[in-house]
């Protein structure tokens, strides 16, 4: 969770890590100073207060719907473990490829299957049948913890804006005219949010290929497509119900359907 205040006008955000955390923050970045603290907001761990939650701020979470948001933190993990591969070690494979979590060629279907595994050894298998594997996922990994464990239920309250990601542009103005922020200055943040938003996503949607990669071994994933609900596609019911499960208080806090 990254948590941004911006002193000159007392707003506070909330940021979901895979919830276009980056391009907001870059976005933020070139009109506003800000300060960021990257604590979990809860009881257990809150230690100053009017640091992390000053007071007379509007606080503003900003969210993504959990299923899109675990569709991406699924491709977040199986890739950066690439990023420490040197030309030696290319084609080793590791726990992702030994437990089929990482497709290995460019089709949907292998992605899917990949995709539920991965849900399987990491939200049902973390229930019933610990292993040293998964043992704390997701509640240790910030790219998948649910919202309970980042903003604990005593704050939750105290949230003044629940902005869905998909709606920022649309919300963001009204809020920050409330907080006395120049039509100008929010003008200038959205535009530069657009463009943040578009770069970031024609980057995640390339194909990243070196010159030394066997793409019939090892290959950088990237999502196949926009509809991150086919993902889910003839995913078990035991997988389903414990992920609904560990996300009940998000579907709940934020309003967002239950498959």
Same mark, same amino acid.
């Given at each position: 969770? #990254? #948590? %941004?205040?911006?002193?000159?006008?007392?707003?506070? /955000?909330?940021?979901?890590?895979k919830s276009g955390s980056r391009a907001i923050m870059d976005s933020l970045n070139k009109f506003f100073d800000f300060t960021e603290d990257n604590r979990v907001l809860t009881v257990e761990d809150f230690h100053d207060l009017e640091v992390?939650?000053?007071?007379?701020?509007?606080?503003?979470?900003?969210?993504? #719907?959990?299923?899109?948001?675990?569709?991406?933190?699924?491709?977040?993990?199986?890739?950066?473990?690439?990023?420490?591969?040197? *030309?030696?070690?290319?084609?080793?494979?590791?726990?992702?490829?030994?437990?089929?979590? &990482?497709?290995?060629?460019?089709?949907? @279907?292998?992605?899917?299957?990949?995709?539920?595994? /991965?849900?399987?050894?990491?939200?049902?298998?973390?229930?019933?049948?610990?292993?040293?594997?998964?043992?704390? /996922?997701? &509640?240790?990994?910030?790219?998948?913890?649910?919202?309970?464990?980042?903003?604990?239920? @005593?704050?939750?309250?105290?949230?003044?804006?629940?902005?869905?990601? !998909?709606?920022?542009?649309? !919300?963001?103005? %009204?809020?920050?005219?409330?907080?006395?922020?120049?039509?100008?200055?929010?003008?200038?943040?959205?535009?530069? =949010?657009?463009? !943040? *938003?578009?770069?970031?996503?024609?980057?995640?949607? &390339?194909?990243? @290929?070196?010159?030394?990669?066997?793409?019939?071994?090892?290959? $950088?994933?990237?999502?196949?497509?926009?509809?991150?609900?086919?993902?889910?596609?003839?995913?078990?019911?035991?997988?389903?119900? =414990?992920? #609904?499960?560990?996300?009940?208080?998000?579907?709940?806090?934020?309003?967002?359907? $239950?498959?």
């Amino acid at each position: 969770m #990254n #948590n %941004l205040l911006i002193p000159k006008y007392k707003l506070q /955000f909330f940021l979901f890590e895979k919830s276009g955390s980056r391009a907001i923050m870059d976005s933020l970045n070139k009109f506003f100073d800000f300060t960021e603290d990257n604590r979990v907001l809860t009881v257990e761990d809150f230690h100053d207060l009017e640091v992390q939650w000053p007071k007379g701020y509007t606080r503003v979470l900003i969210y993504r #719907n959990v299923y899109k948001r675990i569709v991406s933190g699924w491709y977040t993990k199986i890739n950066i473990a690439l990023l420490k591969r040197t *030309k030696e070690t290319l084609h080793y494979k590791d726990r992702y490829d030994d437990y089929n979590l &990482r497709p290995k060629i460019k089709d949907f @279907e292998e992605h899917r299957v990949c995709f539920q595994n /991965f849900c399987k050894e990491y939200f049902v298998y973390n229930e019933s049948n610990p292993s040293p594997f998964n043992s704390g /996922f997701p &509640r240790v990994d910030a790219h998948l913890q649910n919202l309970q464990v980042q903003i604990g239920k @005593e704050y939750q309250d105290k949230i003044d804006y629940k902005v869905n990601l !998909e709606n920022l542009i649309d !919300e963001i103005e %009204l809020i920050m005219t409330k907080v006395g922020i120049s039509k100008t200055d929010s003008s200038k943040f959205i535009e530069s =949010l657009k463009v !943040e *938003k578009q770069i970031m996503k024609e980057q995640k949607s &390339r194909m990243i @290929e070196k010159d030394e990669y066997d793409l019939a071994k090892e290959y $950088r994933a990237t999502r196949m497509t926009d509809d991150y609900y086919s993902y889910y596609n003839k995913i078990s019911d035991d997988t389903l119900k =414990l992920v #609904n499960e560990y996300y009940n208080g998000d579907f709940d806090y934020l309003g967002i359907k $239950r498959l």
